[in-house]
């Protein structure tokens, strides 16, 4: 099982519109968890961090359930510039990956007009 | 404005031919990365420093080589590049201590002919 399971999409959606992207990760030892926005070509970028209480950020809204070890990112009111890839990431609180940080394949969304 | 820098932005070279890429940081922050991304693939640790401490991931080819003269730079050196080491090199840092987001320099695309 891959450490960091993300659908890959393409999510294809029109401006406005209400976008979920999952991930899943394995290691339940994991602590901190983050969304990063990867656009064509360029570098990561920190989107938000994910906290155990669900946290919001404007149009994003980001939750975890530990649980299950799922963690979720809600787009509302898509706009054409969030089309990027959305990486799911887990910091490595263990073993010899103290403090690194584990990144998912990445889904990718495309907001049309 | 404070940033990572990463020099060349494109590197061409050829098979077997060494080559090396640079990373710059005016965070002065204590960790400095090397990630390895192909296409349509999540960014992979090929090794860390922590302050001069040289942190190798295990699965990390002998082909890849670092150095950290000092706090801001650091070096990715790539002994004899094969055509499957083509991929973005993304260098990021981050500070211990001081909620340890990464940020990422914008990357040097390398072409292996």
């Known amino acids: 099982r891959k450490e960091v399971e993300q659908d890959p999409g393409p999510f294809n959606v029109p401006e406005g519109a209400t976008v979920a992207f999952n991930c899943t990760y394995s290691?339940?030892?994991?602590?901190?968890f983050f969304w990063y926005r990867q656009d064509c070509r360029k570098e990561p970028k920190l989107l938000m961090s994910v906290y155990s209480s669900g946290n919001e950020d404007g149009r994003f809204t980001a939750q975890l359930n530990r649980a299950s070890q799922y963690i979720s990112l809600l787009i509302r009111d898509s706009k054409l510039s969030d089309s990027a890839t959305y990486l799911c990431?887990?910091?490595?609180?263990?073993?010899?990956?103290?403090?690194?940080?584990?990144f998912g394949k990445g889904t990718k969304l495309s907001v049309k007009p | 404005d404070a940033m990572v820098i990463q020099n060349p932005r494109y590197q061409v070279t050829q098979f077997g031919k060494p080559v090396t890429l640079s990373c710059s940081q005016t965070l002065n922050h204590n960790v400095m990365y090397w990630y390895q991304q192909k296409s349509s693939q999540a960014p992979k640790l090929l090794f860390h420093?922590?302050?001069?401490?040289?942190?190798n991931e295990a699965d990390t080819p002998d082909n890849f080589q670092s150095r950290r003269p000092n706090t801001s730079f650091c070096f990715l050196d790539i002994r004899s590049p094969g055509l499957g080491d083509a991929a973005m090199y993304l260098c990021a840092t981050s500070s211990r201590g001081a909620g340890e987001t990464q940020y990422f320099g914008p990357g040097t695309r390398l072409l292996v002919l």
């Open positions: 420093y922590y302050d001069k401490d040289f942190n």
């Open positions: 290691n339940s030892a994991s602590q901190s």
């Open positions: 990431v887990v910091k490595g609180d263990y073993g010899g990956s103290q403090g690194n940080l584990i």
